[in-house]
């Protein structure tokens, strides 16, 4: 069972609504990243957090460290926002450790 | 400040080949980490170096090898290839462990072996 699990695999979304993906993940992991892929392979990381809330422009992640779940909001979402959203999760001795990923498109 | 750069971009290679990947980190950064990224497996987490010291691996065969330079800039080894190695291999730096750490990604090398 892997160590980072991530819902929805698909997500099917018109410009403007507002999304979210989840994680969920398991004992020993203190860190998570959110990475996002474009086709043609080009990962940029969107957020590193260990505990509360980031915000960075449309973009919103939120970590509960009791409940071992983060989730990724995309507010009023456009075409240019698909693209692979990948969960990873970093333990304190330095495994890494990756989500399936949600494939996320947004229609116009 | 130049990003992390890896060369080549794309190569072939045939069975039984070795291949070497370069990766160099954005200037100051001491953590390089390497994963391999195929269409079953998605992405899979190598090893990371810190400092010239490989600080983690993942579950890949001893044929999977690494190091890291005094300037940072880190390469990968795969030798006796097979197919199974094809796929694009991503290495990111970051200024800190890449567990605590933001990690910025290069363009990754497609591998295609024949």
């Known amino acids: 069972k892997n160590e980072v699990e991530q819902s929805p695999q698909n997500l099917t979304a018109q410009e403007g609504e507002f999304i979210t993906i989840n994680c969920s993940y398991s004992?020993?992991?203190?860190?998570l990243h959110w990475l996002q892929q474009h086709p043609g392979g080009g990962i940029v990381s969107l957020f590193m957090l260990s505990s509360g809330k980031k915000k960075h422009g449309r973009l919103i992640a939120t970590i509960n460290i009791q409940e071992k779940h983060s989730s990724l909001h995309i507010t009023a979402s456009h075409p240019r926002d698909s693209a692979v959203y990948i969960c990873?999760?970093?333990?304190?001795?330095?495994?890494?450790?990756f989500g399936q990923g949600t494939i996320l498109t947004v229609h116009p | 400040k130049a990003g992390v750069t890896q060369t080549p971009r794309y190569l072939i290679k045939t069975r039984g080949q070795q291949v070497t990947l370069s990766c160099s980190p954005i200037s100051g950064h001491r953590s390089v980490s390497w994963y391999q990224q195929t269409p079953g497996q998605g992405l899979q987490f190598l090893f990371e170096?810190?400092?010239?010291?490989?600080?983690n691996k993942g579950n890949f065969p001893g044929r999977f090898s690494g190091r890291q330079f005094s300037n940072s800039r880190s390469e990968m080894n795969v030798s006796t290839l097979e197919l199974g190695d094809s796929a694009l291999y991503l290495c990111?730096?970051?200024?800190?462990?890449?567990?605590?750490?933001?990690?910025?990604f290069g363009e990754g090398s497609r591998l295609t072996v024949l």
């Open positions: 170096y810190f400092s010239e010291t490989q600080r």
């Open positions: 990873v999760g970093g333990t304190s001795y330095g495994k890494l450790t």
């Open positions: 004992v020993g992991i203190s860190a």
């Open positions: 990111a730096s970051s200024d800190r462990a890449s567990n605590t750490g933001e990690l910025f």
